[in-house]
């Protein structure tokens, strides 16, 4: 090897060893990013995920409330007029009824009547037909909700009518 050679080798490995100073460095922290955007990612899918589920709880808990009405009507009878007494609001059925919607355990949150500061009332509201038709209208807020939200609702309708 001649020593121009040598000088020419030491100087291209001089360059290279100082032209790849920090990449390692960089591809870390740029990895690192990566991944810490990955985290975040998941984090946020699963917090949506436990909001969907409790709202999906809460959309259940109002059609068993319904159709446990709904089952307690179809015991009453075929009556209209008693139906309409004792099922729509202020009849003994329906506050009975009430009582369990507002539940803790069992219930729906935020069902309440309007209050002196303009908030609509979460009350459910039973309407019976002159023709059997019966419509039940769950309403509930959650505690996420803000004031100005609309709340969740839930309707179901049925035909109640007596077979003679």
């Known amino acids: 090897m ?3 050679s040598m000088c020419h ?3 291209r490995d ?3 060893r100082n032209g790849q100073s920090g990449v390692a460095l960089l591809e870390a922290l740029i990895a690192i990013l990566i991944f810490s955007l990955g985290i975040l990612t ?6 949506t995920s436990i ?3 409790g709202d999906a ?3 259940t808990r109002a059609s068993l409330l319904a159709e446990r ?10 009556n209209i007029a008693g139906l309409k007494t004792d099922f729509q609001a202020g009849g003994a059925a329906y506050t009975a009824w009430l009582a369990e919607v507002k539940g803790n355990d069992t219930g729906l949150p935020g069902v309440v009547a309007a209050d002196e ?3 609509g009332s979460t009350l459910p509201t039973v309407t019976v037909g002159d023709d059997g038709q019966v419509v039940v209208t769950l309403f509930w807020k959650t505690p996420a909700l803000s004031a100005a939200d609309p709340a969740r609702q839930h309707i179901v309708t049925t035909q109640i009518v007596r077979n003679n």
Do not use: D, P, Y
Request: hydrophobic fraction near 45%; glycine fraction near 12%.
């Open 51 to 53: 909001r969907l589920t």
């Open 2 to 4: 001649n020593i121009k």
């Open 9 to 11: 080798r030491s100087t």
């Open 117 to 119: 500061e303009g908030a």
């Open 14 to 16: 001089k360059f290279t």
């Open 42 to 47: 998941i984090v946020g899918i699963q917090a």
């Open 69 to 78: 009405l709904i089952a307690q009507m179809w015991v009453h009878g075929g």
């Open 57 to 59: 709880q809460l959309r």
